[in-house]
């Protein structure tokens, strides 16, 4: 007889119900609990409008594509002109370009915004009236944007512009090929129609008046005044100046430039404007940069499409005499800190017109005789809530010290708009602390297949030169689902149920909703829901006793 016989069944060290765990609390075993997290996603951190760019992804991988839209305009009202000119920082920030290729957010954006723009989706003003006034100087992005963000809080604005139509630089210096204008008109009528007043022709002298007749002033007049450069010309020679061409252009004045442009500048502004020149029949259109294309600020985006046009570039090269119908260029050579010397080494060009496009500036007459407003390097400068050293007096955009782009310009409005409602209410803009960052490290990409992006359709070459018609074209409803669809919403709970189905003590509870709570009874911090979470979403943290 065995011993087992003898004496009865042996104890053991564990004891379980038919099929089941529970009657063993494993809780006690452990020496570490898993949580779950809300890390910030990259693309969210690196948007300067300050997009929830994971979030309407998500409405739009759904198909909920109004959701989506409506979930942007909480930050930005120009999804479909930002899905055109945005430049992608969120993309160059996607954890997924690490995988494969970054997910294409831009171009689900312009999709969103067109579908609105074809719907006729509206955002409605919920806020009750607060009886306050405010003026805006200046329709550009900034300048629309705070309004809009005002108009919704329940603030009664009123914008003002010297042009004739709104836009600012959307309008008057990012060509049509790049960005069509009845986009820029649906979506300024969009603001428009919540309330804001509109007033185009209009030029603001007197900011005394002007902060003495509303509670607030927010300044957003824009950049529109190009640098000049003292190049040594002849009286036959032909300058003129990049801001001066594209705001023409726009106003339906055709400018001479003649068959052969030489561009003088290495920003996307240089690139616009020897685009536009092809565009108008030169048959010749040179960059003149005294850097290297590593070293050009334009968007590598930029100069890969001017190159494909056509256009010429000329690195390390330096504009020394403009005549008639030619150029001197001097070569340049850069030394140990990156900066170009000259080498005595000349080439003449032949050049019918030159366009200087070396920057542009604010022209800043309106606050230069107010003391307590502080100039400095072509700025103005602001604190944190962008109001400057005149309480009531608030600035953003190109006026002040930032990157010059239209989604910065757009998340100095969203900002602007939260600072002067909390200061005409006497209160103070309290942010929430950021979250720690969803880095690539933290995902488990083995449940990710491979998805290349979708590329968006480009005009014909030969039609790209010969036409303003718009180069880049949009995706389509199927297209943008997939394209959301690649997104691996790094840091945040996707709802895959992987803790659920991995954990081998039965002690991940499903609360419906998306939401997931550890049952401390029966998890005995083996880690391995934290492990096989695809987004990173669940972390070990150190068992409190």
Sequence with gaps: MSEASKHGPLPFAITLDVGSSLAN??????????????????????????????????????????????????????????????????????????LDEAVGINSVERFLGDEAIKQGWTVPVEAEPTGKQVLVVGAGPSGLAVAYHLTLLGHQVTV??????????????????????????????????????????????????????????????????GRRADIPAGDSAHILDAVSVLAGLEEGEQPLLGRRVAVYGGGNTALDVARTARRLGATDAVVVYRRTRDRMPAHDLEVK?????????????TIAY???????????????????????????????????????????????????VTIADGVVQVGKDLMTGHPGLFAGGDMVPSDRTVTVAIGHGKKAARSIDAWLRGTADERAARHELATYDRL??????????????RLDLARRITTFDEVT?????????????????????????????????NAVIKLGQGRYEIDLDFCKGCGLCAAECPSGAIEMFPERL
């Design 25 to 98: 609390k494993t809780g006690s075993w452990r020496t570490e609990v898993p949580a779950y997290v809300d890390r910030l996603p990259p693309c969210n951190d690196a948007c300067p409008a300050g997009e929830n760019i994971q979030q309407w992804l998500h409405h739009a991988e759904e198909a909920g594509y109004e959701a989506a839209w409506r979930q942007i305009m909480a930050d930005n009202p120009f999804p479909a002109i930002m899905g055109r000119v945005c430049y992608r920082p969120c993309e160059t920030a996607c954890n997924r370009a690490t």
């Design 160 to 225: 003002r512009d010297s042009c004739p139509e709104a836009g600012g630089m959307m309008r008057y210096g990012i060509p049509a090929y790049r960005l069509p204008r009845d986009v820029v008109d649906a979506e300024v009528q969009r603001i428009v129609d919540l309330g804001v007043r509109l007033e185009l022709g209009t030029t603001v002298t007197d900011l005394e008046v002007a902060l003495s007749s509303f509670d607030a002033v927010f300044l957003a007049v824009g950049a529109h005044v």
């Design 305 to 317: 499409e001017a190159l494909e046009e056509g256009i010429r570039m000329r690195w390390l090269s």
């Design 322 to 372: 403009a005549g008639a119908g030619q150029i001197k260029i001097e070569k340049m050579k850069l030394d140990e800190t990156g900066f170009p010397q000259p080498t005595g080494e000349f080439e003449e060009l032949a050049a019918d017109s030159v366009v200087l496009a070396l920057g542009q500036l604010s022209d800043l007459t309106l606050v230069e005789n107010l003391e307590d």
């Design 444 to 457: 488990n990409t083995w449940y990710y297949a491979d998805a290349p992006a979708t590329v968006r359709p």
């Design 473 to 505: 074209g949009g995706l389509d409803a199927s297209t943008a689902l997939f394209e959301a669809r690649r997104c691996l919403s790094c840091g945040n709970c996707l709802e895959c149920d992987n803790c659920f189905s991995v954990c081998p003590d």
